[in-house]
């Protein structure tokens, strides 16, 4: 990953960051880090903020903070800036509310939410509604943070194919929602498809 230490320190930098600024006293003992990923590298799966987060879950346990303290609706933010601040990753929210909250999560980023809230609206499905799935994936990897870059910088430029494809994004979500709910699964092929595609 990279160097997947500067991900745990860069988690411990920020961490003390928030606690500092929220007044949340830490008690001064010693602890030791170390990770162990099974994730494939560079392949869209998350790897980088799944350490992330599983470091943050480790630093709360550790000093006992609890949701009051960190709310988990603010957590993936939280990991999406240890990333974006610290080390310069371009990423989304989607993985890091999947890694919070954990399970099937419906997800509504509407502009108006955000800037009201800071934060999506973020809704758990029923697991037992999802069919089995499969993972493939390339072994020859490309670097996703780059992908990223170059679409971000275009949502930044307001470029109009971006911005529909965004809108599209949202679209195929909350039918997907619905096929799920329904368990239909043509449909919901179908629609994995298209969000293939438009990717």
Known sequence: YLGGLRLLQATCK???QYCSEKGIALSKQNFTLKYNVNIPRQVGLAGSSAIVSATLKCLM????LTDDDLPKSVQPNF???VEKE???ITAGLQDRVVQVYEGLIYMDFSRSIMEEQG??????MDT???PPFWLAYLRDPSDSGVIHNNVRQRWLNGDPEVIEAMKMFAELTDKARAAIEQKNWI???KL???NLELR
């Open 14 to 16: 920020k961490f003390y």
């Open 61 to 64: 346990k550790f000093y006992n």
């Open 79 to 81: 990991i999406l800036d």
């Open 86 to 88: 610290e080390l310069f």
């Open 119 to 124: 934060f999506g609206n973020y809704v758990h």
């Open 128 to 130: 037992g509604c999802a």
């Open 187 to 189: 449909e919901m092929a």
């Open 192 to 194: 994995m498809d298209r």
